[in-house]
């Protein structure tokens, strides 16, 4: 049974900090690739950072500079540390899971197999 279990959201003022955990379990992780999205009221849902199987990231451009991803293979947890947080940054946040072989755009979200919860971060200005 896959699972991927997000915590660490939370209600935040601007110029604050978040540590997002995603802990996954269930199948081979070195075969999935992770991702984390965010979709907030009335939007769609959009990539924030992909984490492919050898640790290599990509980031969305709204996050570059802020956001870090990260993952412990002996845990299986990927991590998101969030910090100089705005307003803009308020949404559900969900982990992610696709195939290292599904192929496009790491921020297609419907090339995931697997998907958390979310956690909810509120940013307060």
């Known amino acids: 049974q896959v699972q991927l279990v997000e915590s660490g959201g939370g209600a935040v003022q601007a110029g604050g900090s978040l540590r997002l955990s995603c802990a996954a379990s269930g199948y081979d992780t070195g075969r999935y690739c992770m991702a984390w999205f965010r979709q907030a009221p009335g939007k769609e849902r959009e990539g924030v950072v992909s984490?492919?199987?050898?640790?290599?990231?990509s980031y969305a451009d709204s996050v570059k500079g802020r956001f870090t991803a990260s993952k412990d293979n002996a845990e299986n947890t990927l991590y998101l540390q969030m910090n100089s947080l705005s307003p803009e940054d308020t949404a559900m946040y969900y982990c992610?899971?696709?195939?290292?072989?599904?192929?496009?755009?790491?921020?297609?979200?419907?090339?995931?197999?697997?998907w958390g919860q979310g956690t909810q971060v509120t940013v307060s200005s």
């Open positions: 992610a899971a696709r195939w290292v072989g599904s192929g496009g755009t790491w921020f297609d979200s419907s090339k995931y197999n697997y």
């Open positions: 984490i492919d199987t050898d640790g290599s990231t």
